[in-house]
């Protein structure tokens, strides 16, 4: 990828100056993320991400509150460990109204990643920065170990418990998501 020039009047100022400066000349599709002080660009997922990110989608719009929640696919969190866009953000609806493109996290109640090119991120660094931002969800669907996992009950260091399904069996995601998740298809 080639950046356009940065203004020569006007260097990154620091390490989320350039971060912003790097998203806004992103090619549409790519994500660009601040993790642990790294930048890093991704190009857009393989098709069995998506189809996983889909399941997860229909099962909340299926469970009895579904039509009450926003789920978005690219919703930039600003978190205490950097700029994160998770693969699956749920917040009621109109939380994200009128946000910018990088937000609060407060009122998401639940956010999901689905392991890919770095998965050591998702488990450990994004897992951590969820939590310590508050958000009272986290749903890890590990693709290298066949499980789906759910981090609950933050604090301001990690989630305190965590619930393991391996792919084929059903997760229980509590209230006020209140669903179930199939792992059955999950490829």
């Avoid at 917040?91 to 689905?114: I, Q, Y």
């Avoid at 590990?142 to 981090?151: G, K, M, Q």
Wanted: net charge negative.
């Amino acid at each position: 990828m080639t950046l356009p020039d940065h203004d020569t009047d006007r260097p990154p100022a620091d390490l989320l100056d350039l971060f912003h400066h790097i998203d806004a000349h992103t090619p549409p599709g790519y994500r660009t993320q601040l993790i642990d002080q790294e930048i890093t660009v991704t190009p857009p997922p393989q098709g069995d991400h998506e189809e996983i990110i889909s399941s997860v989608i229909l099962a909340v719009a299926a469970s009895a509150g579904g039509t009450r929640w926003t789920a978005a696919p690219n919703k930039g969190l600003i978190t205490p460990r950097g700029r994160f866009i998770p693969d699956i953000t749920l917040a009621p609806k109109g939380t994200f109204r009128g946000a910018p493109p990088w937000a609060d996290p407060a009122g998401v109640e639940l956010v999901c990643e689905v392991t890919s090119r770095r998965a050591d991120t998702d488990r450990d660094v994004k897992r951590l920065g969820y939590a310590q931002a508050g958000i009272p969800l986290y749903l890890l669907i590990d693709r290298d170990n066949d499980h789906a996992v759910l981090y609950s009950q933050p604090d301001d260091t990690d989630y305190q418990a965590e619930h393991t399904v391996k792919f084929g069996g059903e997760l229980t995601i509590p209230a006020p998501v209140d669903t179930t998740i199939d792992t059955t298809e999950f490829p």
